[in-house]
């Protein structure tokens, strides 16, 4: 059985054993938190559904109002006039097919990836390097399309993807421990009132079953799912 090292115990001692808002939950992780680095904050989100069928698939983007407090480094993949616009727009790396051939021959000095459609017929080809990664492009992620400078952007900006996994649980960073409270507040509600927006039709049930809330090294907080849940129809 892994033991819990003593700090870790001490933190979680000062954690009450209910159920927290996310306006309480993050000054209490903040107040706890005991790890000398600047810690990712997470939230993990388990769903009432069943993602072995694909009509309850739950899978999106949102654009976190104060980021993720690092910029990602993001390579689009396109070709003439759109190379221009993705590199004014900020990409780190823009390029075209010889891309393409660089990351089979093994670069991925990237975070992000975005490619124009017509572009899709080479990218194709490394499904099996970045799909692992959760790197592959995707329509649904507006990862492929032809506004590649918005694209772009809104990774910049702090665009966040997530999808439940094959557990039926949705984990996904929101910030650094660093960050003001209300920062991290407003990005926590941003995400889960997206991860409410994407309940797909065929879920049957209570759709947020559990929230928690955690730094890389701290304990979780759990939160009252049903006051996010309420929150997020208005």
Known sequence: MRKTGKKFTAARQQVPDRPH????????????????????????????????HADQ?????????????????????????????????GADVVGGEEVVEKIQGGWMDFDAVVATPDMMRAVGKLGKVLGPRGLMPNPKTGTVTVEIAKAVREIKAGKVE???DKTGIVHAPIGKISFPAQSLVDNAHALVDSVVKAKPSAAKGKYLRSVTMSSTMGPGIQIDTTAVEAGAKH
């Open 21 to 52: 808002t996310i306006e309480e939950a993050v000054p209490l992780m903040q107040k706890v938190k005991f790890a000398k680095f600047d810690e990712t904050v997470e939230l993990s989100m388990r769903l009432g559904v069943d993602p072995k």
């Open 57 to 89: 698939m739950v899978r999106g983007t949102v654009v976190l109002p104060h980021g993720l407090g690092k910029s990602k480094r993001v390579l689009a993949i396109a070709g003439g006039e759109k190379q221009k616009e993705a590199q004014d727009a």
């Open 162 to 164: 997530f999808r439940v």
